[in-house]
């Protein structure tokens, strides 16, 4: 390549560098490099050092303690199979989101590349639920149609799926101040309220049982979930701030308002989930402190985002957070590890 060509390819290349946006970007969203959202790429990455598979974890202690006429209580047993009656659904209803409304709109080729390999994740989950269902011997049709049944279960599906069926409008693009509003919007009741709120007293459910070293297998999957999803909350709420950043416009005070008392009003939703989940508590956990649980998850969104807590409450479960701390955790319950990772450090922030 002469000097002049150089220049030229210099030139178009610092080009595409500034018309590089999460949305409203460039037309070409095939060419990975030059990378601008390097959070895109670090997640993408870490992604894979964490890759995992739900049939490696045996179910074998989970089956002879379900089995067991003493090992679980019925209302441990109903936990378990609301919080699947939950998920089986809840997963499917995020991946169909990233890909029918959230892929075709984003124009940063890092992102979209990220978004592929959340979407895996996300039958990942699915498949674990469903393999969590077929070890225990659960009712299939029991759990998987519960999102229709369950008030609880139901509200917080609709209230997320609010937006969607606008934006799978075929007529809908951004570009305009009220779609892109829109769309970041729906961003933000995936990735930080369905995946960053609705989660969470199912996890700190699900999670309280490996204290006691029960269901192990379940509670192991359920720590890998929680990893995955809390690496796709970060990169939701990366993705927002950077698109925020790059049309400051959309973030106006009314916006601002508008995504805080939502935020709270899924914090009392997922309140009324937790009750229903544990009408009188499990394994030491007072169904009331998931009130205080529930908004502490809340705040710690909303500073994510960059706005103000909205209730101040104190973590309950401060053990949550060494649960994310999977070698700490799998040498103390002395399970199997299984590791696709050679070496560094599964780092994420703690958000618990
Ligand atoms: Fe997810």
Request: hydrophobic share 40%; with cysteine.
């Amino acid at each position: 390549m002469n000097a002049n060509a150089n220049a030229n390819f210099n030139t178009l290349y610092a080009q595409q560098v500034n018309e590089r946006r999460v949305i409203n970007g460039q037309d070409d969203v095939v060419q990975l490099y030059p990378i601008v959202h390097q959070f895109a790429w670090d997640a993408y990455m870490a992604g894979n050092a964490n890759h995992w598979l739900p049939n490696e974890i045996s179910m074998q202690k989970d089956i002879e303690q379900w089995r067991s006429s003493t090992a679980l209580t019925d209302d441990e047993r109903h936990v378990v199979k609301l919080a699947l009656g939950f998920f089986t659904t809840a997963d499917s209803i995020v991946a169909n989101n990233l890909v029918l409304c959230c892929y075709k709109h984003v124009t940063s080729p890092e992102c979209r590349l990220y978004l592929l390999r959340q979407a895996y994740e996300e039958a990942i989950h699915t498949h674990a639920y469903q393999y969590i269902v077929e070890s225990l011997g659960l009712n299939e049709a029991e759990i998987f149609s519960m999102y229709k049944r369950i008030d609880a279960i139901y509200d917080k599906d609709n209230f997320v799926t609010e937006l969607v069926q606008q934006i799978l409008d075929p007529d809908f693009k951004t570009g305009t101040f009220e779609n892109d509003q829109l769309f970041l919007e729906n961003l933000i009741d995936f990735y930080v309220i369905m995946e960053g709120v609705f989660f969470y007293a199912s996890f700190a459910a699900m999670l309280s049982f490996r204290r006691r070293n029960l269901l192990p297998g379940t509670a192991e999957q359920f720590q890998y979930i929680m990893r995955d999803e809390s690496m796709h909350m970060n990169f939701g709420i990366d993705m927002i701030n950077q698109i925020k950043r790059e049309q400051p416009e959309l973030w106006t005070d009314i916006f601002q308002k508008r995504i805080t008392n939502k935020i709270a009003r899924a914090a009392a939703l997922e309140e009324a989930y937790a009750h229903e989940l544990m009408p009188r508590g499990i394994l030491g956990l007072n169904a009331d402190s998931f009130k205080d649980y529930t908004q502490y998850v809340a705040d710690r969104r909303l500073v994510g985002l960059g706005l103000p807590v909205k209730f101040g409450s104190q973590n309950p479960f401060p053990w949550m957070s060494e649960m994310i701390d999977l070698t700490k955790s799998k040498n103390f319950f002395e399970t199997r590890v299984t590791e696709y990772q050679t070496g560094g450090a599964l780092e994420w922030d703690e958000d618990f």
